[in-house]
């Protein structure tokens, strides 16, 4: 059997939770839940509230939420791109390139003169 789908209770207190939390500085989630008991005797959790408030913010990191579509329609006007001036930019980079050179060429040592090496290192404590 179909159940009816979840209606939560602080529904009937939307405009009043708008209002609480347009203000600035906004109210806190937990003094909302304690107006709600004073007011309405509705014992709710503070996370409740702001999972309500969450659920209809559409995403924004500020949690917050406006009643109708057409009020929260955004107002801001973004600025045109503009083409960068090609003068302006600093130049590129010099791209690396290894060049050879025999004095920082390694060999590989004879294997006496290593072995002599790493006695006289030893010998010195490392």
């Given amino acids: 059997m179909a159940r009816k789908p979840y ?3 602080l529904i009937p207190y939307e405009d009043e939770i708008i209002a609480l ?3 600035r500085p906004p109210t806190s989630y937990a003094r909302i839940a304690e ?3 004073q ?6 959790c503070r996370e409740t509230i702001f999972r309500f408030v969450k659920v209809r913010s559409r995403g924004r990191k500020v949690y917050s939420f406006q009643r109708d579509a057409a009020a929260a329609t955004s107002k801001s ?3 045109t791109a503009q083409p960068a001036d090609p003068g302006s930019r600093p130049p ?3 791209k690396f390139e290894f060049k050879y050179s ?3 060429n390694l060999h590989r040592l004879p294997d006496e003169e290593a072995e002599a090496r790493r006695k006289k290192l030893e010998e010195e404590g490392h």
């Fill in 7 to 9: 209606q939560s209770a």
């Fill in 21 to 23: 939390r347009h203000r």
């Fill in 35 to 37: 107006l709600l008991l």
């Fill in 39 to 44: 007011k309405y005797k509705l014992s709710i």
């Fill in 77 to 79: 006007v973004r600025p």
């Fill in 92 to 94: 590129p980079k010099p």
């Fill in 102 to 104: 025999e004095r920082y």
